[in-house]
Structure formats: structure tokens, C-alpha cells
């Protein structure tokens, strides 16, 4: 079946430090991957995406790149900001079984520290 | 374009009774599907509607049940309360078409169980 397994938090960093949060899938056919993120009060936003292997997913300073042979999606960030203090969400999504439902990671609570 | 809406943002029922949720997709957007967010299980999928139709559903009881109007509006309904129904519920939106990946959620229904 499909699952994704996510790395523990919460993870608590200082401003401009580096950032890894830890993800790897299970699926059966060939998934998407995605990192949604999660402010406050909030829905989820699409962070970036990848919908082949070693395709890079980047948007505002996170990278995720798709390794078909390790099966992760890692998430990077080369200089955390406070405002990037939010829940972090892996999820994959395998059009290939005709469905389009996301299944999520557990999420990781990042905290930046100025 | 305006983003997915959710009404209403919070609820507060008593155990069973019933509730209706209401979604309000991207415009030009024919898939809405549903999330379920809880503390202790997470982000799990509940349904997904195209076109009117259910086009894929997840592990939960009967008591969940859903529709979507033909201006692709959807209603999500939960008859029976009961505590553990306490969360946050999701919708999002996509356009529906094969090879589409990117789901974009709004901002929840917080439902209260007492």
C-alpha cells in the first residue's frame, strides 16, 4: 500500500541555520510527492512538488529532491526565518491506481528561534 | 482567482446530532475532496467528488457522507456525532484532470463534539 513516514518532531532551530526534515514513501505504482506546510490556524499550503524520480522540487529556499532508488523526499532549506516556523507535511500521491487522494506524513513541528 | 472557502470555521455539536460542512472550490476547479485532521491519526482522506460523482473514498464509517452541486460546491455531512469526530476537517481542491497533481486546501472547519 502507499504510506509515507516522516521524521520526528518537533525540531527547533536558530534563525539561518540549516534545515532537514527526514521523509520517506511506500507505493505501489509510481507517486507524486509533495511537502505541504501548515501555519498557525491555517490549511495546508502546497510547499513544493516532484512528480518523477530525481526531479528537484523548489519554492522559497526549500528544495526536495525525488530519489526513486532510497525512496525519500527530504525536505532543505539552506537558512531557516522565524516565519518559517510552521507543521511541515510530506504526502505522496499515485494517480496511477486511478485515485487522487494524498496520503500525509505525520507532519514535523518546526520552531525557529531569532 | 479567490482560493478554496470553508464554512463555517467553527462548530460546536453535541454528540449525535448531525452536521453539514460546506466547500467552495478554486474557480474552474471540478474535484473536491475531503480531510479529516486529528491530533491522535493525523491527515486521512475521507472522500472525493468529480463531476458530481464520488470518484474515490477512504476508511471511514457510513456516518460521513458527502455530495457535490453542480457548480462544484461540496457538502460533507456527518450525522450521529460522535467525540472522537472532533477535528479539523479539510477540503481542497484541484482541477480533476488525469495528470493533475496539485490539491489546494483551505483553511478547515474546526467541529467541537461535546
Known amino acids: 500500500g502507499n504510506s509515507v513516514t516522516q521524521m520526528e518532531g518537533p525540531v527547533t532551530l536558530s534563525e539561518e541555520a540549516f534545515l532537514t526534515i527526514n521523509c520517506t514513501y511506500t507505493?505501489?505504482?509510481?507517486?507524486?510527492l509533495f511537502w505541504y506546510v501548515q501555519y498557525p490556524g491555517e490549511g495546508l499550503q502546497l510547499l513544493l512538488k516532484?512528480?518523477?524520480?530525481?526531479d528537484k522540487g523548489s519554492n522559497k529556499g526549500f528544495e526536495a529532491t525525488y530519489r526513486k532508488e532510497t525512496t525519500s523526499f527530504h525536505l532543505e532549506k539552506g537558512s531557516v526565518q522565524v516565519s518559517d516556523s510552521a507543521v511541515y507535511f510530506c504526502?505522496?500521491?499515485?494517480?496511477?491506481?486511478?485515485?487522487?487522494?494524498?496520503?500525509f506524513g505525520t507532519g514535523t513541528r518546526l520552531t525557529v528561534i531569532p | 482567482k479567490a482560493g478554496v472557502t470553508q464554512t463555517p470555521r467553527y462548530l460546536i455539536k453535541t454528540r449525535g446530532q448531525q452536521v453539514t460542512l460546506s466547500c467552495s472550490p478554486i474557480?474552474?476547479?471540478?474535484?473536491v475532496s475531503w480531510y479529516q485532521q486529528t491530533p491522535g491519526q493525523g491527515l486521512q482522506f475521507l472522500f472525493e467528488?468529480?463531476?458530481?460523482?464520488?470518484?474515490n473514498k477512504g476508511n471511514f464509517p457510513g456516518r460521513f457522507s458527502g455530495r457535490q452541486f453542480s457548480n462544484s460546491r461540496s457538502e460533507m455531512n456527518v450525522s450521529t456525532l460522535e467525540l472522537g469526530d472532533s477535528a479539523l476537517y479539510l477540503c481542497?481542491?484541484?482541477?480533476?484532470?488525469?495528470?493533475?497533481?496539485?490539491?489546494?486546501f483551505g483553511p478547515g472547519t474546526r467541529l467541537t463534539v461535546t
Open positions: 481542497a481542491s484541484s482541477s480533476g484532470d488525469m495528470g493533475t497533481y496539485e490539491q489546494y
Open positions: 507505493a505501489t505504482g509510481y507517486p507524486s
Open positions: 516532484a512528480t518523477k524520480a530525481d
Open positions: 504526502a505522496l500521491s499515485d494517480l496511477g491506481t486511478g485515485a487522487n487522494n494524498l496520503f
Open positions: 474557480s474552474g476547479h471540478r474535484s
Open positions: 467528488y468529480f463531476s458530481e460523482t464520488q470518484r
